[in-house]
């Protein structure tokens, strides 16, 4: 069986944030077993989960009083490691893009490591749950470990299909270094959005793609951090086409 765990002392990471532009600040902190995965803002504190997530533009996590806009890299790099438990003070309305991966996240877990705590029992996904919409679906189905599939056709580098299951290795091998993949910015730019996106934390131009598919392992990715809502999980999240609100939609549905 897992172990909890949490961070072995305190990092701080601070940026510009990929979609308001703004500067932000993160200090992620050890934390209690059992305390989960919590936000703090200056209004509040959000208990991550599946009444807290939602996505649009892009995930984020809301409270009563604040959200935190962004935090897909960061809680697919604490999946990866099996962070169960550690506390996110925010300064500001997003998490700080850094170079755009999980990458920059695992860099700053591996700095202060990791503490192991007691036994963690997964949720079992025993019957197969799912979500729909026009162009897609997203399922959990039952499994002997935790997987995420992925199936998109949304145009290039974001067309494919891959499986992986929940591997700290693997996730540093084949996803940890997939980057946004943003080649109509000009385009979201101008209608207001994306406005701290750029060539140094996103894929822009198609000859920028690191591998034909880093769009789809970069949904991979996504999908593992948005998976840390539900925590722990023994099953498989399939995401096939349609956006990652699927996804959400799914886990408040699990959850209720």
């Known amino acids: 069986m897992a172990l909890r765990r949490t961070l072995a002392a305190s990092f701080t990471r601070e940026g510009i944030g990929a979609h308001g532009g703004e500067t932000c600040r993160i200090e992620a902190r050890p934390a209690a077993w059992g305390a989960g995965i919590v936000f703090e803002t200056e209004e509040e504190t959000i208990r991550l989960g599946p009444a807290t997530l939602e996505v649009g533009d892009c995930a984020a996590v809301f409270g009563e009083l604040s959200e935190v806009a962004a935090p897909e890299a960061l809680l697919a790099a604490l999946v990866a490691v099996g962070v169960t438990d550690v506390t996110l003070k925010v ?39 799912v979500v729909t919409s026009d162009d897609g679906y997203a399922a959990l189905v039952p499994g002997d470990a935790c997987e995420v599939a992925v199936r998109l056709d949304a145009g290039e580098g974001c067309t494919g299909e891959g499986l992986l299951p929940l591997d ?9 270094w997939a ?16 406005i701290g996106t750029h060539e140094g ?18 949904a991979m990715l996504e999908a ?27 886990f408040r549905s699990v959850d209720g």
């Open 201 to 218: 934390n996103a894929v822009t131009t198609a000859e920028a793609l690191k591998t034909p598919d880093e769009g789809v392992r970069r």
């Open 168 to 176: 700290e290795d693997l996730f540093r091998t084949e996803l940890a």
């Open 91 to 129: 300064e500001g309305q997003e998490l700080p893009a850094l170079d755009g991966t999980a990458g920059a996240w695992l860099t700053a877990i591996d700095e202060v490591g990791l503490s192991e705590g007691p036994a963690v029992a997964p949720r079992v996904i025993a019957e197969p749950a």
């Open 179 to 194: 980057r946004p993949v943003a080649l109509d910015l000009v385009e979201r730019q101008a209608q207001g959005g994306w």
């Open 224 to 250: 593992l951090g948005l998976l840390a809502a539900l925590g722990p999980v023994q099953g498989r999240l399939e995401w096939v086409g349609g956006g990652a609100e699927l996804c959400a939609a799914l």
